[in-house]
């Protein structure tokens, strides 16, 4: 039977998947896209697909990969979609098809316990302040019972918590095979386990890390599978960026000074002023965030602010002091070296650290020295007050496409890329991209071309939802225009009104912090405690928990539980909210991307210079998408119901708004604020089983 025929099979009305999972239909949408994954497999090739919210991709691509019989490597954007993967779709195919295959979950290594370092914790060997204590005793205990060192299976420990970075290894300061908890190192065990596995679930930065082999004394995973499928694939030129630039942050200089204080007092007491030394790595990271945070505004999103730099200092940072502070940092980093000499041989420790040091003097050489053609540089600040430099390529299709050649090559082989950079070729035989998102046209040119996959197969298979009849789509034309100061403010009210006439039942999205701020103020005042509607806001506690808290809707109509949840970027994707919970979603405005962002910047005039419209070919797509990630919040079932307000009149009043209407599903359109509310009022007056507006 070819593979065409068993994955009709196995879709089939009668067929395995329907006699185990009770809720499964057959639908034309799902069968299109495995078809069309099993094509991409018996061909092989890479294929492309944009899979519309509901048409149930993640069986579309796992049941032909599966039944293949060949080596399987699923990568993902998000943890949450990893642990879905691995801990409810996988194991439920299995069954269903009752194959025996050996599957894994790797996570970064930052996921993982660190035996090694809990070890120095506990010791005070890594300084820490004393309320830490509490904290690593119970990871402590924890430690001592788990199989897998996963952090997220260990109940009630917050994703922030500061005593992670305690106990979790970086690149940097992982000993590899010298380290005394080698033997029993969750990391490895994980690593060996993913070598072994017939279906192996990772990251997007994984996969990257992997293929750099930056991951020192790692295997690599891609080599010997036979399909590498991409889900969330939206993020995959971002994450490659990242991997193919350069950085160098004030956290890597507090790790260092901190791990040298830890370890030379350890393994070489009284044999270098160990304190001294830390202290003057310390002052060179504090001196370089001051003298940055100085430096007045910057562009950016998500509380990270972006500096350009073109010149031999960041914009708005005084020349001579920054390479005064360069200079402070190369002599504390030149002390530690020189201090580590000839120690080596006294603990692993000692040898690592001296090798770090090395690197992060060869980084700020790198930074000193002006910025490599092809490349753009600028100095990040984190909305924690670290600093990064950054250098990153403004193209990256040329090296992505020599990694998914979609013909068969030498295991391990290097090929040069278009610009004669050297390349490492993966040797996967299939390749599938996928996303509920991936463009705003036919050719799916945003994610395409931004990939080097101009000339893969494309298919969209649009959602089978009746958006038609489950939503509608309302541009408040009362409000302001989104560049007017107090844009954010009546956005609030307006949500406000709403609100109360829905009983909750809201998401706001808001494009900046800034807008979260003012929307979340406004909001808070409104519903004080005991109105009836709690107010959830971003940042107020974990974001997995002000998730579950939201999703925790008693039903339509009970205005007591009503609860809006006013959030930024992190909730813009990967946040489902099937059935009452959310009916109304209101984005805030058009997310554009920042005209003065330095790698957009420099993205536009490379266009410029080829006479292309940056904003048709780069603002434009990426807006488009930024829109449907949003918008695709709404509906994630049959039976849900809801308005999408945008609240940026520019989507009813520009040109271009066209063209974004037409990337957003086929939804009703309300026009005045009456068909709002008398929709509103619909949504309050039924149960989501009926439909309020046929
Ligand atoms: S090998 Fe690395 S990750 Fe594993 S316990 Fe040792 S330092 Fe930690």
Not at 185 to 198: F, K, M, N, T
Request: hydrophobic share 45%; glycine share 8%.
């Amino acid at each position: 039977m070819s593979l065409l025929e068993q994955v009709a099979r196995v879709f089939a009305p009668e067929g395995p998947l329907a006699r185990v999972l009770p809720y499964f239909r057959s639908r034309c949408g799902q069968m299109e896209m495995a078809s069309a994954v099993a094509h991409a497999i018996d061909e092989p090739t890479r294929l492309v697909v944009e899979a519309g919210t509901g048409i149930g991709k993640t069986f579309a691509y796992l049941v032909p990969a599966l039944l293949s019989g060949r080596r399987v490597v699923v990568s993902t954007a998000t943890k949450a979609l990893q642990d879905q993967l691995h801990g409810r779709d996988l194991p439920l195919l299995q069954q269903a098809l009752a194959l025996p295959l050996r599957v894994a979950l790797l996570k970064g290594r930052s996921s993982y316990l660190c035996r090694h370092r809990l070890d120095l914790a506990r010791r005070g060997e890594i300084a820490h302040p004393a309320d830490l204590e509490r904290d690593l005793a119970r990871i402590g205990q924890w430690a001592q019972a788990t199989q897998t060192g996963d952090l997220a299976q260990m109940p009630d420990l917050d994703e922030h918590s500061p005593a992670l970075p305690l106990v979790t290894s970086t690149r940097d300061n992982c000993l590899g095979a010298d380290c005394p908890r080698f033997h029993d190192c969750h990391v490895y065990q994980a690593r060996r386990e993913a070598l072994a596995a017939d279906v192996l679930v990772i990251s997007h930065h994984l996969f990257f890390a992997d293929l750099d082999l930056r991951e020192s004394g790692m295997a690599r995973l891609v080599p010997g599978a036979g399909v590498v499928i991409f889900d969330e694939a939206h993020q995959l030129a971002e994450t490659a960026a990242q991997f193919q630039g350069t950085q160098f942050g004030s956290r890597q200089l507090l790790d260092l000074a901190q791990d040298l204080h830890g370890a030379g007092l350890r393994w070489a007491p009284g044999l270098a002023d160990w304190q001294g030394l830390r202290d003057g790595l310390r002052q060179a990271a504090r001196t370089l965030c001051l003298l940055t945070a100085d430096a007045g505004e910057g562009e950016g999103e998500g509380g990270l602010v972006r500096r350009s730099w073109l010149g031999p200092a960041p914009d708005g940072v005084d020349a001579p002091s920054w390479a005064e502070v360069l200079h402070v940092t190369v002599c504390a980093l030149r002390a530690a070296l020189t201090a580590l000499d000839g120690l080596a041989a006294l603990g692993p420790d000692l040898q690592q650290l001296h090798q770090r040091s090395v690197d992060l003097l060869q980084l700020l050489a790198h930074f000193a020295e002006p910025v490599e053609a092809g490349s753009v540089r600028w100095l990040e600040q984190t909305p924690t007050g670290h600093l990064r430099m950054v250098d990153s390529p403004l193209v990256v299709a040329a090296a992505l496409r020599t990694l998914w050649p979609g013909r068969p090559v030498q295991q391990g082989a290097w090929e040069d890329d278009d610009d004669g950079n050297e390349a490492q070729v993966a040797d996967a035989l299939s390749w599938v991209f996928t996303s509920a998102t991936l463009g705003d046209d036919a050719t799916l040119g945003w994610f395409t071309q931004a990939c080097g996959l101009e000339d893969a197969r494309i298919l969209r298979v649009p959602s089978p939802f009746d958006y038609a009849r489950q939503a509608a789509l309302y541009v408040p034309p009362q409000l302001p225009a989104p560049t007017d100061p107090d844009h954010s403010e009546q956005v609030a009210q307006w949500v406000g009104e709403a609100v109360s006439r829905l009983g909750g039942r809201t998401l706001v999205l808001t494009t900046s912090l800034r807008a979260l701020k003012v929307i979340a103020a406004v909001l808070r005042q409104r519903f004080a405690p005991g109105s009836g509607v709690e107010v959830l806001v971003q940042g107020q506690a974990p974001r997995r928990q002000i998730m579950e808290r939201f999703r925790q809707h008693s039903g339509a109509g009970d205005c007591a539980a009503g609860r809006v949840l006013v959030g930024s970027a992190s909730f813009w994707e990967g946040f489902d909210v099937p059935g009452d919970a959310l009916q109304l979603l209101v984005i805030d405005r058009l997310r554009f991307p920042s005209p003065g962002d330095p790698l957009m910047r420099a993205r536009s005039e490379r266009l410029a210079l080829q006479g292309r419209s940056a904003f048709r070919e780069l603002a434009l797509p990426a807006a488009a998408v930024a829109l449907k990630q949003g918008a695709g919040r709404l509906i994630r079932h049959e039976g849900d119901r809801g308005v999408l307000v945008v609240a940026d009149t520019r989507l009813a009043s520009r040109g271009y708004g066209k063209r974004l209407l037409r990337a957003l599903p086929p939804m009703r359109r309300l026009l005045t604020q009456q068909e709002f509310e008398a929709s509103l009022d619909a949504l309050t007056r039924i149960s989501t089983t009926d439909c309020p507006w046929t």
